[in-house]
């Protein structure tokens, strides 16, 4: 079985400073690893992915996350984040192998302030 | 394309009300999931289809909960019974197998008052 650990429920941030929300996952096994993003209103929608290869993966709109094995973390950052920014953000795993589903952490809701 | 559509978005019971949730997954999607998501919580998986075989039921909390896919697409959840604390947001999704992207619909809102 999997766990995920997002320990900060809010993350409140003024717009066009650095941000990063950070991840921890338990596992037995190989995982794959992945962050989501939703929007007020909005159904969950998938921001970027971890997979293999490159332990630093990104989005299109500025995110970056770094696959850390030794440290069980993914964390998410943003060098400058935007007011549209503002969303609820969701880590999530599930096994490389075989047949399991995906796990979520609680989540983390980012605010970005003018 | 269209994506995953739920309906209804809001639905508010009363306790001991049967209720039924409807997913319309991509076309095309060969497997189906339900989570639930509790307020503050992240969604917790529920039950997944292939088709319309439902593989894993393990995570509905308990025999009020039930899901079919009777022809491989549209998805019905139902909860009879409704108590309180089935209060939460529902979601859909769908993906090309089990191994592929998960895309998620908008979700549904019961409220067990």
């Known amino acids: 079985a999997q766990s995920v650990t997002q320990l900060d429920s809010q993350v409140p941030v003024f717009e066009e400073a650095p941000v990063e929300l950070r991840c921890n996952y338990s596992s037995s096994v190989s995982v794959y690893l992945f962050w989501y993003v939703q929007y007020p209103n909005q159904g969950l929608q998938l921001l970027l992915k971890?997979?293999?290869?490159?332990?630093l993966v990104e989005s299109i709109n500025g995110f970056e996350a770094e696959f850390n094995k030794s440290q069980t973390s993914f964390h998410l950052r943003k060098p400058s984040v935007h007011i549209s920014d503002t969303a609820e953000y969701f880590c999530a795993v599930i096994m490389n192998s075989g047949y399991s589903t995906l796990t979520f952490g609680k989540g983390t809701m980012l605010l970005v302030s003018p | 394309g269209a994506g995953v559509s739920q309906s209804p978005r809001y639905k508010v019971a009363k306790r001991g009300q049967d209720v039924a949730l409807r997913c319309d997954p991509i076309s095309g999607h060969v497997s189906l999931f339900w989570y639930q998501q509790a307020l503050g919580q992240g969604p917790e998986f529920l039950t997944y289809?292939?088709?319309?075989?439902?593989?894993?039921k393990s995570g509905l909390p308990s025999d009020r909960f039930f899901a079919e896919r009777p022809e491989g697409s549209v998805s019905t959840l139902k909860i009879q019974r409704t108590q309180q604390e089935d209060s939460a947001v529902y979601l859909c999704?769908?993906?090309?197998?089990?191994?592929?992207?998960?895309?998620f619909g908008p979700g549904t809102r019961l409220t067990v008052t």
């Open positions: 999704a769908s993906s090309l197998d089990i191994a592929s992207e998960q895309y």
């Open positions: 289809f292939q088709n319309e075989a439902q593989l894993d």
């Open positions: 971890y997979l293999s290869g490159s332990t």
